[in-house]
């Protein structure tokens, strides 16, 4: 399952890095995918739906990132 999400603070590739490590560690996520343009637009491939609190607090373990669904 795809899901589209914006993460604001992504600013260069390594943020993406990071962030794309850190949300892959979940195991419910399988992949994770970060575009610089348009800056932040995220599509994230789940083994089951994780609602956008599980995220965040999967996310949360770095500073300076936060994350919305875009539908």
Avoid: D, W
């Amino acid at each position: 399952m795809k899901q589209k999400f914006q993460i604001n603070g992504i600013s260069c590739g390594r943020c993406i890095a990071r962030v794309k490590k850190t949300l892959e560690e979940h195991p419910n996520i399988e992949k994770v995918e970060i575009f610089l343009a348009p800056k932040g637009a995220t599509l994230i491939t789940m083994n089951e739906k994780l609602s956008i609190g599980e995220l965040e607090k999967q996310l949360n373990t770095l500073e300076g990132y936060t994350i919305i669904e875009i539908n």
